[in-house]
Protein backbone atom coordinates (compact mmCIF):
# COMPACT_ATOMS: atom_id res chain seq x y z
CA UNK A 1 0.00 0.00 0.00
CA UNK A 2 2.99 2.66 0.90
CA UNK A 3 4.45 1.60 -2.33
CA UNK A 4 0.99 2.22 -4.39
CA UNK A 5 0.42 5.54 -2.31
CA UNK A 6 3.68 6.69 -2.99
CA UNK A 7 3.69 5.86 -7.01
CA UNK A 8 0.63 8.05 -6.72
CA UNK A 9 1.69 10.84 -5.27
CA UNK A 10 4.80 11.07 -7.72
CA UNK A 11 2.36 10.25 -10.89
CA UNK A 12 -0.07 13.21 -9.08
CA UNK A 13 3.29 15.46 -8.59
CA UNK A 14 4.65 14.91 -12.23
CA UNK A 15 1.32 15.98 -13.78
CA UNK A 16 1.36 19.43 -11.58
CA UNK A 17 4.89 20.08 -12.32
CA UNK A 18 4.21 19.58 -15.84
CA UNK A 19 0.77 21.77 -15.56
CA UNK A 20 2.82 24.72 -14.20
CA UNK A 21 5.55 24.51 -16.93
CA UNK A 22 2.87 24.76 -19.43
CA UNK A 23 1.26 27.93 -17.65
CA UNK A 24 4.47 28.83 -16.98
CA UNK A 25 5.52 28.70 -20.31
CA UNK A 26 1.93 30.44 -21.61
CA UNK A 27 2.60 33.41 -19.78
CA UNK A 28 6.33 33.66 -20.81
CA UNK A 29 5.08 33.64 -25.03
CA UNK A 30 2.18 36.11 -24.35
CA UNK A 31 4.19 39.30 -25.27
CA UNK A 32 2.16 42.94 -24.58
CA UNK A 33 2.93 45.14 -27.20
CA UNK A 34 1.88 49.27 -27.56
CA UNK A 35 1.90 50.56 -30.76
CA UNK A 36 1.14 53.98 -33.03
CA UNK A 37 -0.13 54.57 -36.09
CA UNK A 38 -2.76 54.45 -38.67
CA UNK A 39 -5.38 52.02 -38.66
CA UNK A 40 -6.31 50.65 -42.24
CA UNK A 41 -9.06 48.28 -43.11
CA UNK A 42 -7.70 45.47 -45.57
CA UNK A 43 -9.27 43.13 -47.33
CA UNK A 44 -9.60 39.91 -45.66
CA UNK A 45 -8.64 36.60 -48.04
CA UNK A 46 -11.36 33.60 -47.50
CA UNK A 47 -11.97 34.63 -44.37
CA UNK A 48 -8.36 34.48 -42.93
CA UNK A 49 -7.30 38.00 -42.26
CA UNK A 50 -8.85 40.21 -39.68
CA UNK A 51 -9.69 42.45 -41.76
CA UNK A 52 -7.89 45.44 -39.82
CA UNK A 53 -3.83 46.24 -39.71
CA UNK A 54 -1.75 49.33 -38.11
CA UNK A 55 0.56 51.37 -40.25
CA UNK A 56 3.31 51.95 -37.59
CA UNK A 57 4.72 55.26 -37.08
CA UNK A 58 8.04 53.76 -37.11
CA UNK A 59 8.79 50.05 -38.06
CA UNK A 60 9.09 47.86 -34.55
CA UNK A 61 10.96 44.54 -34.28
CA UNK A 62 8.95 41.72 -34.01
CA UNK A 63 10.07 38.02 -34.47
CA UNK A 64 13.58 39.58 -35.32
CA UNK A 65 12.34 41.29 -38.41
CA UNK A 66 11.46 44.81 -39.40
CA UNK A 67 8.08 45.65 -39.73
CA UNK A 68 5.92 48.70 -41.08
CA UNK A 69 2.83 47.57 -40.29
CA UNK A 70 0.60 45.24 -37.93
CA UNK A 71 -2.14 43.11 -38.41
CA UNK A 72 -4.87 43.66 -35.31
CA UNK A 73 -7.71 41.75 -33.78
CA UNK A 74 -10.48 42.68 -31.66
CA UNK A 75 -14.18 42.05 -30.90
CA UNK A 76 -14.86 45.13 -30.52
CA UNK A 77 -15.44 45.87 -34.32
CA UNK A 78 -17.67 48.90 -34.34
CA UNK A 79 -14.86 50.71 -32.06
CA UNK A 80 -12.27 49.58 -35.08
CA UNK A 81 -14.98 51.20 -37.70
CA UNK A 82 -15.28 54.60 -35.76
CA UNK A 83 -11.36 54.75 -35.61
CA UNK A 84 -10.80 54.00 -39.45
CA UNK A 85 -7.57 55.81 -41.32
CA UNK A 86 -7.18 57.85 -37.85
CA UNK A 87 -4.00 57.38 -36.06
CA UNK A 88 -4.07 55.52 -32.66
CA UNK A 89 -2.71 53.97 -29.80
CA UNK A 90 -3.11 50.36 -29.04
CA UNK A 91 -2.23 47.95 -26.58
CA UNK A 92 -2.59 43.87 -26.69
CA UNK A 93 -0.82 40.71 -26.70
CA UNK A 94 1.15 39.15 -29.99
CA UNK A 95 0.22 35.63 -31.04
CA UNK A 96 0.65 34.05 -34.43
CA UNK A 97 -1.93 32.80 -36.82
CA UNK A 98 -1.40 30.40 -40.22
CA UNK A 99 -3.77 30.65 -42.76
CA UNK A 100 -3.44 28.84 -46.52
CA UNK A 101 -3.47 31.66 -48.40
CA UNK A 102 -1.89 34.29 -45.87
CA UNK A 103 0.56 31.83 -44.54
CA UNK A 104 2.20 32.41 -40.59
CA UNK A 105 1.67 35.88 -39.35
CA UNK A 106 1.28 37.78 -36.27
CA UNK A 107 -1.26 39.30 -34.86
CA UNK A 108 -1.86 42.13 -32.27
CA UNK A 109 -5.02 40.88 -30.38
CA UNK A 110 -5.99 44.62 -28.88
CA UNK A 111 -7.22 44.59 -24.93
CA UNK A 112 -7.14 48.91 -25.71
CA UNK A 113 -7.14 50.75 -28.40
CA UNK A 114 -7.74 54.79 -28.81
CA UNK A 115 -7.50 57.99 -31.04
CA UNK A 116 -4.23 59.56 -30.66
CA UNK A 117 -2.61 62.71 -31.48
CA UNK A 118 0.40 62.48 -34.02
CA UNK A 119 2.94 63.68 -32.47
CA UNK A 120 5.60 63.12 -35.33
CA UNK A 121 5.52 64.20 -39.22
CA UNK A 122 7.54 63.10 -41.66
CA UNK A 123 9.91 66.18 -43.16
CA UNK A 124 8.34 68.54 -46.12
CA UNK A 125 11.03 67.63 -48.43
CA UNK A 126 10.37 63.90 -48.08
CA UNK A 127 10.90 61.87 -51.38
CA UNK A 128 6.54 60.28 -52.19
CA UNK A 129 8.72 57.63 -53.07
CA UNK A 130 9.46 56.36 -49.81
CA UNK A 131 5.97 56.40 -48.54
CA UNK A 132 4.17 54.59 -51.40
CA UNK A 133 4.70 51.10 -50.37
CA UNK A 134 2.96 51.62 -47.48
CA UNK A 135 0.11 53.37 -49.45
CA UNK A 136 -0.35 50.09 -51.13
CA UNK A 137 -1.10 47.80 -48.06
CA UNK A 138 -5.33 47.36 -48.30
CA UNK A 139 -5.54 48.55 -51.48
CA UNK A 140 -7.51 46.35 -54.32
CA UNK A 141 -6.77 46.62 -58.10
CA UNK A 142 -8.83 45.73 -61.23
CA UNK A 143 -6.15 45.16 -64.22
CA UNK A 144 -7.17 47.36 -67.14
CA UNK A 145 -4.63 46.93 -69.71
CA UNK A 146 -1.95 43.72 -69.69
CA UNK A 147 1.38 45.53 -71.44
CA UNK A 148 -0.69 46.84 -74.64
CA UNK A 149 -3.01 44.16 -74.26
CA UNK A 150 -6.48 44.24 -73.81
CA UNK A 151 -8.04 42.36 -70.92
CA UNK A 152 -11.59 40.22 -70.93
CA UNK A 153 -14.10 42.23 -69.29
CA UNK A 154 -15.82 39.31 -67.57
CA UNK A 155 -13.33 37.71 -66.26
CA UNK A 156 -11.19 41.41 -65.23
CA UNK A 157 -7.93 40.01 -63.01
CA UNK A 158 -7.44 41.53 -60.06
CA UNK A 159 -4.25 42.56 -57.25
CA UNK A 160 -4.41 43.10 -53.76
CA UNK A 161 -2.23 43.59 -50.91
CA UNK A 162 -3.76 42.78 -47.98
CA UNK A 163 -0.70 43.46 -45.37
CA UNK A 164 3.21 44.49 -45.83
CA UNK A 165 5.17 41.80 -47.92
CA UNK A 166 2.28 39.67 -48.95
CA UNK A 167 0.58 39.92 -52.63
CA UNK A 168 -3.01 38.15 -53.86
CA UNK A 169 -5.37 38.25 -56.15
CA UNK A 170 -7.59 36.58 -58.84
CA UNK A 171 -5.65 35.78 -61.78
CA UNK A 172 -8.14 35.34 -63.99
CA UNK A 173 -9.58 31.85 -62.78
CA UNK A 174 -7.81 30.91 -60.06
CA UNK A 175 -6.94 32.67 -56.42
CA UNK A 176 -3.09 33.29 -56.61
CA UNK A 177 -0.69 34.83 -52.90
CA UNK A 178 2.57 35.20 -52.33
CA UNK A 179 5.11 37.23 -51.05
CA UNK A 180 5.98 41.13 -52.43
CA UNK A 181 9.24 43.38 -51.63
CA UNK A 182 8.68 47.21 -51.79
CA UNK A 183 11.54 49.80 -51.54
CA UNK A 184 10.93 53.08 -53.06
CA UNK A 185 9.31 52.67 -56.86
CA UNK A 186 10.85 49.21 -57.42
CA UNK A 187 9.16 46.04 -56.38
CA UNK A 188 9.22 42.52 -56.67
CA UNK A 189 6.44 40.05 -56.52
CA UNK A 190 6.72 36.20 -55.92
CA UNK A 191 7.48 33.18 -56.23
CA UNK A 192 3.30 33.02 -56.59
CA UNK A 193 1.24 30.50 -55.99
CA UNK A 194 -2.03 29.51 -56.74
CA UNK A 195 -5.33 27.23 -56.47
CA UNK A 196 -5.72 25.01 -59.89
CA UNK A 197 -9.23 24.81 -61.09
CA UNK A 198 -9.79 24.24 -64.78
CA UNK A 199 -12.08 27.45 -66.87
CA UNK A 200 -12.22 28.07 -70.39
CA UNK A 201 -9.09 28.38 -72.76
CA UNK A 202 -9.17 32.17 -72.83
CA UNK A 203 -9.02 32.51 -68.97
CA UNK A 204 -6.07 30.36 -68.87
CA UNK A 205 -4.06 31.79 -71.20
CA UNK A 206 -5.11 36.05 -70.01
CA UNK A 207 -4.45 33.93 -66.42
CA UNK A 208 -0.78 32.71 -67.38
CA UNK A 209 0.33 35.72 -69.18
CA UNK A 210 -0.53 38.09 -65.94
CA UNK A 211 0.79 35.44 -63.49
CA UNK A 212 4.27 35.25 -65.66
CA UNK A 213 3.92 39.24 -66.07
CA UNK A 214 3.75 40.25 -62.26
CA UNK A 215 6.46 37.78 -61.46
CA UNK A 216 9.05 39.69 -63.68
CA UNK A 217 7.47 43.23 -61.92
CA UNK A 218 10.55 45.71 -61.09
CA UNK A 219 8.79 48.87 -60.59
CA UNK A 220 5.75 50.50 -59.83
CA UNK A 221 3.75 53.99 -59.78
CA UNK A 222 0.46 54.92 -58.17
CA UNK A 223 -2.05 57.57 -57.12
CA UNK A 224 -4.94 57.58 -56.15
CA UNK A 225 -6.90 56.31 -59.09
CA UNK A 226 -4.19 54.23 -61.10
CA UNK A 227 -1.58 51.86 -60.52
CA UNK A 228 1.22 50.99 -63.22
CA UNK A 229 3.78 47.93 -62.72
CA UNK A 230 6.34 47.66 -65.13
CA UNK A 231 7.50 44.33 -66.25
CA UNK A 232 10.81 42.57 -67.61
CA UNK A 233 10.18 42.19 -70.93
CA UNK A 234 6.93 44.25 -71.46
CA UNK A 235 7.14 47.47 -73.34
CA UNK A 236 4.20 48.96 -71.97
CA UNK A 237 3.25 48.53 -67.97
CA UNK A 238 0.56 46.56 -66.41
CA UNK A 239 -2.49 49.62 -65.59
CA UNK A 240 -4.64 49.12 -62.60
CA UNK A 241 -7.47 51.28 -61.42
CA UNK A 242 -8.43 51.34 -57.51
CA UNK A 243 -11.21 48.62 -56.78
CA UNK A 244 -14.08 50.87 -54.81
CA UNK A 245 -13.65 50.31 -50.72
CA UNK A 246 -16.72 47.61 -50.02
CA UNK A 247 -17.63 50.08 -46.82
CA UNK A 248 -18.71 52.55 -49.10
CA UNK A 249 -20.75 50.70 -51.92
CA UNK A 250 -22.35 49.20 -48.51
CA UNK A 251 -26.16 50.64 -48.04
Request: hydrophobic fraction near 35%.
Amino acid sequence: MRIARLCTGLILGMLCLGTLCLCLSAEMSAQEMTVTGQLTRVMAIGGESTGWTIQLDSEATIDGKQVPSIEVDSRKTKKLEKLENKHVEATGLLSHRHGVETGERTILALSSIKEAQVTAQAPANQAPAQTAPVSLVGSEWLLEDLGGQGVIDTIQPTLTFPEAGRVAGNGSCNRFFGPAEMSGNTIKLGPLASSRMACPEAAMNQEKKYLDALQTAERFEQNDADLLIYCKGFEKPLRFTRKPNRSSTAP
